[in-house]
């Protein structure tokens, strides 16, 4: 099977929920992918005022979840999600095979990335789209190989990291990536913000990777849609070449 997947490397409009809302069902009316992803809090605008923005959000993601069905797509987007232990900076997996929220587990707590506004999430989340799975984390996640790991062993085809990663990041960004996709033998799509936000400089730089960790679809610093073809009879090619799923030691309790 082949699903087309969309990097979609906006820049949003920070506290305006129905404008980035509005990009997105755009994307997903414009029949150029299958799954279209966005960057970490792309619906809020990373660095708004989440505490006031719930009903806007809430309705937003109906609203979207209803054109996905509707389109027969995937929206895989950043955004606060509200629950009864605080505010989750989260993503949203929206599919015609049901809505699946990944809260991001590892909060970056240091310099202009602390992020204390936000409860740290408990569980990995794997999203479907036609019975492909798609693991799923948020930004400073991807440097615990542990998430990706553990999705790509419960049968993810591939794993989503989407970022707020300033040029000051690039360099250890540009390091794992390749290193994620390469030793979980599964594609990968990395999404970045892009320009100016929260007195930051987002470096862009979105890209899809092969199981073997090659680019095969990449973004530059400005905003870009890259589309990259994710092909499961390829999948399992890679993963007889590099059986390092299989040979995991499932037996040993490594912590």
Same mark, same amino acid.
């Given at each position: 099977m082949k699903v087309r997947v969309a990097l979609c490397q906006f820049m949003p409009d920070v506290g305006d929920v129905e404008s980035n809302g509005e990009r997105m069902i755009s994307c997903l009316?414009?029949?150029?992918?299958?799954?279209?992803? *966005?960057?970490?809090? *792309?619906?809020?605008?990373?660095?708004?005022?989440?505490?006031?923005?719930?009903d806007e959000v809430q309705a937003m993601v109906r609203t979207i979840s209803e054109e996905c069905r509707g389109t027969d797509t995937a929206a895989v987007f950043g955004s606060p999600r509200y629950t009864d232990d605080g505010v989750m900076n989260s993503l949203a997996f929206l599919s015609p095979d049901g809505d699946v929220w990944y809260d991001k587990a590892h909060l970056a707590r240091f310099g202009v990335y602390a992020e204390n506004e936000f409860t740290e999430g408990q569980s990995p989340a794997i999203g479907l789209y036609h019975g492909i799975g798609f693991g799923m984390c948020v930004c400073y996640d991807i440097f615990f190989p542990e998430i990706l790991h553990g999705c790509s062993l419960r049968g993810a085809s591939v794993n989503i990291c989407v970022a707020a990663s300033a040029v000051q990041s690039k360099p250890f960004l540009d390091k794992v990536i390749s290193a994620r996709a390469l030793e979980n033998v599964t594609y990968l799509a990395y999404v970045n913000n892009t320009g100016p936000l929260n007195g930051l400089e987002m470096h862009g730089c979105s890209r899809g990777l092969d199981p073997f960790g090659d680019v095969i679809a990449e973004c530059g610093t400005s905003e870009c849609v890259s589309? *990259?073809?994710?092909?499961?009879?390829?999948?399992?090619?890679?993963?007889?070449?590099?059986?390092h799923l299989t040979d995991f030691r499932s037996d040993i309790l490594w912590l």
């Open positions: 009316r414009s029949d150029d992918a299958d799954v279209y992803i *966005f960057p970490e809090l *792309f619906l809020t605008g990373y660095g708004a005022d989440c505490s006031v923005l719930k589309v *990259f073809t994710v092909d499961t009879e390829e999948l399992e090619r890679a993963r007889g070449i590099r059986r």
